[in-house]
């Protein structure tokens, strides 16, 4: 199994700090503004009346009602409780879906760019990825006829994310309904939908594919409350989906990890229900700094640049720089053009080759303007003396 690519940047600015450089890290997809105060609140109240034991593996009722009742207002999705799991992260919901769904030889399309873990966590079931790629021009967008294309007598799942980790991409209505129709025509398929960024979405709103009627009872929605509530830490998942996938995730579950922690459940559901004016004020934030940030990209010549409508990820296509020097350091693809930022210009990000796009690199907006312009002034300096 490979190392996360962006835990492994992260780590290395850390060693480069630690060393005595300036470094400045965009590698993380960690919003940088603080959970909410009255979220932490909640988490303290519970704290105070002793929810410091088990829960029910699929989580707390309190916060199944909550997922349940989000579902239908924000996404016309209509689950009972028994069809939501509450996990340990968005991830855990993956790998618990991809371990009870998947055996040898099955096969999984993956819309890429993807994000990092998918492809190492079909792999780790036994399963065989299938990547269906989509490059700048198509705004990263794989089409229905590419999926159409890409599927076997062997597929099993069908898995993106949208808005998308890296590219920031939204699928729309239209392009989802496609998805839909091919998938529907295929018995036994079933998709994926990871909406972990649903709240950072700076155009039309958010779709789920499993509110079009011909998928909705093969669609998992996987959401969570890492990104659109600044809760990465607190490692909280869930999904909802048809019933007998939801009891054989916690089937697994019980085995792994069990509940998550209870009074983070209790403040999970207060965020659910509460205030969302602080989840679209961070929306907003990231909507000025991804702006501010396409504008000074677009001033460095060979980078090119599209505009996401969602999440907080600008993923540039970098292959113009490919074959160039500085004299000492030769780039010949997207990991070499991201060691030369990290070492030339001390500024982390993370290479396209991670998630499936070896022309690209993956910027995470999700630090202060002041950082992002300095980020910017650097990477245009650095690239400029290569030849």
Same mark, same amino acid.
């Given at each position: 199994?490979?190392?996360?690519?962006? +835990? !492994?940047?992260?780590?290395?600015? /850390?060693?480069? /700090?630690?060393?005595?450089?300036?470094?400045?890290?965009?590698?993380?997809?960690?919003?940088?503004?603080?959970?909410?105060?009255?979220?932490?609140?909640?988490?303290?109240?519970?704290?105070?009346?002793?929810?410091? !034991?088990?829960?029910?593996? #699929?989580?707390?009722?309190?916060?199944?009602?909550?997922?349940?009742?989000?579902?239908?207002?924000?996404?016309?999705?209509?689950?009972?409780?028994?069809?939501?799991?509450?996990?340990?992260?968005?991830?855990?919901?993956?790998?618990?879906?991809?371990?009870?769904?998947?055996?040898?030889?099955?096969?999984? $399309?993956?819309?890429?760019?993807?994000?990092?873990?998918?492809?190492?966590?079909?792999?780790?079931?036994?399963?065989? #990825?299938?990547?269906?790629?989509?490059?700048?021009?198509?705004?990263?967008?794989?089409?229905?006829?590419?999926? @159409?294309?890409?599927?076997?007598?062997? =597929?099993?799942?069908?898995?993106?994310?949208? #808005?998308?980790?890296?590219?920031?991409?939204?699928?729309?209505?239209? @392009?989802? !309904?496609?998805?839909?129709?091919?998938?529907?025509?295929?018995?036994?398929?079933? +998709?994926?939908?990871? @909406?972990?960024?649903?709240?950072?979405?700076?155009?039309?709103?958010?779709?789920?594919?499993?509110?079009?009627?011909?998928?909705?009872?093969?669609?998992?929605?996987?959401?969570?409350?890492?990104?659109?509530?600044?809760?990465?830490?607190?490692?909280?998942?869930?999904?909802?989906?048809?019933?007998?996938?939801?009891? &054989?995730?916690?089937?697994?579950?019980?085995?792994? =990890?069990?509940?998550?922690? &209870?009074?983070?459940?209790?403040?999970?559901?207060?965020?659910?229900?509460?205030?969302?004016?602080? =989840?679209? @004020?961070?929306?907003?934030?990231?909507?000025?700094? *991804?702006?501010?940030? +396409?504008?000074?990209?677009?001033? $460095?010549?060979?980078?090119?640049?599209? /505009?996401? =409508?969602?999440?907080?990820?600008?993923? #540039?296509?970098?292959?113009?720089?490919?074959?160039?020097?500085?004299?000492?350091?030769?780039?010949?693809?997207?990991?070499?053009?991201?060691?030369?930022?990290?070492?030339?210009?001390?500024?982390?990000?993370?290479?396209?080759?991670?998630?499936?796009?070896?022309?690209?690199? *993956?910027?995470?907006?999700?630090?202060?303007?002041?950082?992002?312009?300095?980020?910017?002034?650097?990477?245009?300096?650095?690239l400029a003396v290569l030849k």
């Open positions: 199994m490979a190392e996360s690519a962006t +835990i !492994k940047m992260a780590q290395l600015a /850390r060693d480069l /700090r630690e060393e005595g450089h300036d470094v400045i890290s965009l590698s993380l997809g960690e919003p940088d503004f603080d959970t909410p105060d009255h979220i932490k609140a909640a988490a303290q109240k519970a704290l105070d009346e002793g929810y410091t !034991k088990y829960t029910p593996v #699929p989580g707390l009722v309190e916060l199944r009602e909550a997922i349940k009742t989000k579902f239908k207002r924000d996404n016309n999705l209509d689950y009972e409780l028994n069809q939501i799991v509450v996990s340990n992260g968005a991830k855990q919901s993956i790998a618990n879906l991809s371990l009870a769904l998947l055996d040898e030889g099955d096969e999984v $399309i993956i819309l890429a760019p993807y994000w990092v873990s998918y492809y190492e966590i079909i792999r780790l079931s036994g399963a065989t #990825p299938v990547i269906v790629s989509a490059g700048i021009d198509q705004e990263y967008k794989v089409t229905a006829d590419q999926i @159409e294309a890409a599927i076997t007598d062997k =597929t099993k799942l069908i898995l993106y994310s949208s #808005p998308c980790n890296p590219t920031g991409s939204v699928y729309s209505e239209a @392009e989802l !309904k496609s998805f839909a129709d091919v998938i529907a025509s295929h018995d036994d398929i079933y +998709i994926i939908s990871d @909406e972990i960024y649903e709240y950072i979405n700076f155009g039309d709103r958010h779709i789920s594919i499993g509110s079009f009627d011909n998928v909705k009872d093969r669609t998992i929605t996987v959401n969570g409350f890492a990104k659109g509530f600044a809760m990465t830490g607190w490692r909280l998942g869930y999904m909802g989906a048809p019933a007998w996938i939801a009891a &054989a995730c916690a089937k697994i579950q019980g085995q792994f =990890t069990s509940g998550a922690t &209870a009074f983070g459940q209790k403040a999970a559901a207060y965020a659910l229900l509460s205030d969302m004016t602080p =989840t679209f @004020e961070m929306r907003e934030a990231f909507r000025a700094r *991804r702006d501010m940030l +396409i504008g000074l990209l677009e001033d $460095i010549p060979g980078m090119k640049v599209n /505009r996401p =409508t969602g999440a907080f990820y600008i993923f #540039p296509d970098i292959s113009d720089f490919f074959g160039k020097s500085d004299g000492s350091m030769t780039i010949n693809n997207a990991d070499d053009f991201c060691e030369y930022l990290l070492h030339k210009a001390h500024v982390a990000a993370v290479s396209g080759s991670a998630f499936g796009a070896d022309n690209c690199f *993956r910027i995470s907006y999700a630090a202060s303007e002041e950082q992002l312009r300095e980020s910017a002034r650097r990477i245009k300096e650095a």
